[in-house]
Nanobody, 124 residues
Framework: QVQLVESGGGLAQAGGSLRLSCAAS????????MGWFRQAPGKEREFVAT????????DYADSVKGRFTFSRDNAKNMVYLQMNSLKPEDTAVYYC?????????????????WGQGTQVTVSS
């Protein structure tokens, strides 16, 4: 059974930092493109970042580029999202996801496995 479990969310002040983690079980994440998505109240789920299977290539949403860093440790079956210079508009539930896609993908429909999400709240 595949499980993705996010952690590290919480409350931060604008300009602060948080580091999200996603632990995978039942799957070897080195075989998957990984992604982070987020969903704010009343809004649709949106793409945040994606990383290639090796970790050598990443794509980011324009809204987080330069502030967020996506990394992975395939040996530990973990991925991470370092979030710096947080803004109130970053407030959302953040989801980790795994895709069978050969290349990085920003489309949520391409991700087969999802975590339960972790809440990030940024106060102004």
């Amino acid at each position: 059974q595949v499980q993705l479990v996010e952690s590290g969310g919480g409350l931060a002040q604008a300009g602060g930092s948080l580091r999200l983690s996603c632990a995978a079980s039942g799957v070897t994440i080195g075989n998957y493109v990984m992604g982070w998505f987020r969903q704010a109240p009343g809004k649709e789920r949106e793409f945040v970042a994606t990383i290639s299977r090796s970790g050598g290539y990443r794509d980011y949403a324009d809204s987080v580029k330069g502030r967020f860093t996506f990394s992975r440790d395939n040996a530990k079956n973990m991925v991470y999202l370092q979030m710096n210079s947080l803004k109130p508009e970053d407030t959302a539930v953040y989801y980790c996801a795994a895709s069978n896609s050969v290349v990085r993908t920003t489309t949520s429909h391409n991700y087969a496995y999802w975590g339960q999400g972790t809440q990030v709240t940024v106060s102004s």
